[in-house]
């Protein structure tokens, strides 16, 4: 009973209290990816070879040394390589692109789609293939989406939109098509292509900026940075749903502990800020105290309105 009060009746629930912004202002970082096979005699030298066996099963040499040791291969993201970049689609100084160097081969063109697929490689026995792969990120994605009810039962999967390349000025798009051309360049230069044979997404006929296009639209997927539908603010009438203690708007002893606070996603990742939060949560919560009404961000831009970080902050 906690949202949008019409949304609720329409589905026959009570409103408990009329917070509209529940559910709205979902952001992620959107993300394609650029992905090539090694040549045969590089074959095995991907992390995914470090990891699991010719039939698809996890190798005990990895998992022992990963239990006993704390090292190998699954100590590893598989994407703890990258750089943040600024392209020409970028807005003020700051980096609008994530790249993710990821020593493995997407076996989809969705990067989460791969996991499923080897699900089924596993099955048959088969080995995931030897290859590398770039994920481009867009980092400060203006594209925004919600999320809300199907029905009224609570075991009914609610319905999302991503908002992905939904922003007006199509600067999203830009600076995907910008990252899959950084990936590519990469690829060419003369060390990579030494090693790598090809490419498999988006694939070597895909090279018109119209093809490029559809591409991303086909295969746009998430990096698992989703924020913002319980965004922290000032007041429910503004959108917002918790306060600047976390507590939802016209409800007493609840707290939104979790990214989906975050008004606006940062540059780069979640994981960090979504910590930050939680650990103050959990003194406000065990100590009873607020936080200092003194922002800093506030100090900042009130010296410089004009820096990017202000801009950013009064979207």
């Known amino acids: 009973g906690v949202g949008d009060a019409g949304a609720l009746a329409a589905f026959g629930i009570e409103s408990v209290a009329h917070v509209p912004g529940v559910g709205q202002n979902l952001q992620d970082q959107p993300a394609v990816v650029v992905s090539s096979p ?14 699991y066996n010719l039939r698809g099963n ?18 590893s993201t598989g994407c703890d390589r990258g750089a943040m970049v600024r392209t020409s689609a970028a807005q003020g100084h700051l980096p609008d ?24 490689f596993k099955k048959e026995g ?20 919600q999320v809300s009810l199907k029905s009224d039962d609570p075991f009914d999967s609610p319905l999302i939109e991503s908002g992905y390349l939904t922003d007006r000025d199509g600067r999203d798009m830009a600076t ?8 590519r ?24 900026p119209a093809a490029v296009e559809e591409y991303i639209r086909r295969t746009i997927h998430s990096s698992n940075a989703l924020v913002g539908t319980c ?17 939802i708007f016209g409800l007493e002893g609840i707290r939104v502990v979790d990214a989906s606070v975050i008004p606006i996603i940062p540059g780069g990742q979640t ?6 939060i939680a650990e103050r949560a959990a003194d406000m919560i065990l100590k009873g105290v607020s936080v200092d009404r003194t922002d800093p961000l506030d100090a900042f831009c009130a010296e410089d309105p004009s820096a990017d970080e202000c801009r950013v902050y009064d979207d």
């Open 38 to 51: 090694v040549k045969r005699e590089f074959e095995g030298k991907s992390i995914t070879d470090q990891i």
């Open 58 to 75: 996890i190798r005990k040499r990895a998992l022992l040394s990963w239990i006993m040791f704390g090292k190998g291969p699954l100590t």
């Open 97 to 120: 692109l994530q790249m993710r160097f990821v020593p493995g081969m997407a076996l989809e063109p969705d990067g989460v789609s791969t996991y499923t697929r080897f699900g089924n």
């Open 126 to 145: 088969r080995k995931w293939p030897s290859g590398v792969t770039f994920q481009v990120l867009a980092a400060r994605a203006a594209g925004k989406g």
């Open 176 to 183: 995907l098509k910008n990252g899959i051309e950084l990936a």
């Open 185 to 208: 360049k990469i690829a060419s230069t003369g060390t990579m292509s030494s090693v790598l044979d090809g490419e498999i997404f988006p694939g070597a006929d895909v090279l018109a």
């Open 231 to 247: 965004r922290m603010g000032t007041a429910a009438e503004n959108g917002d749903v918790v306060d600047k203690d976390l507590k």
């Open 271 to 276: 994981g960090a800020p979504t910590v930050m």
